[in-house]
Nanobody
Framework: QVQLVESGGGLVLAGGSLRLYCTAS????????VGWFRQVPGKEREFVGA????????YYTDSVKGRFSISRDNTKNTAALYMNSLTPEDPAVYYC?????????????????????WGQGTQVTVSS
């Protein structure tokens, strides 16, 4: 099974940028779609965006469209979340997750339940 580790979180000023990375081990990430989620205390885990197996297609929640982007490098078994124009609404623990996505009829999933593998999360803090 695949293991995921996030990195790159930290403190950033409002309006600033931050990059998060998701590194996979144990299995090739080629077979998995990668999703990014975030969670603040007392709230449910929220879908941020996802990228398909090839990296050719992405999908984002409305609140981050135009500010966040996701990429992946299957040769390095990694994915990344680029966050720009960060606002005080963005702080959270950010998680990457992997969904086994080899079905011909695969489509993007926004529910955490669809993803079978998770990293431990990385904290993003935005100061105003």
């Amino acid at each position: 099974q695949v293991q995921l580790v996030e990195s790159g979180g930290g403190l950033v000023l409002a309006g600033g940028s931050l990059r998060l990375y998701c590194t996979a081990s144990g299995y090739s990430l080629n077979y998995y779609a990668v999703g990014w989620f975030r969670q603040v205390p007392g709230k449910e885990r929220e879908f941020v965006g996802a990228i398909d197996r090839s990296g050719g297609s992405t999908y984002y929640t409305d609140s981050v469209k135009g500010r966040f982007s996701i990429s992946r490098d299957n040769t390095k078994n990694t994915a990344a979340l680029y966050m720009n124009s960060l606002t005080p609404e963005d702080p959270a623990v950010y998680y990457c997750a992997a969904e086994y996505a080899v079905d011909r009829d695969w489509s993007f999933k926004t529910s955490p339940a669809a993803y079978g593998y998770w990293g431990q999360g990385t904290q993003v803090t935005v100061s105003s």
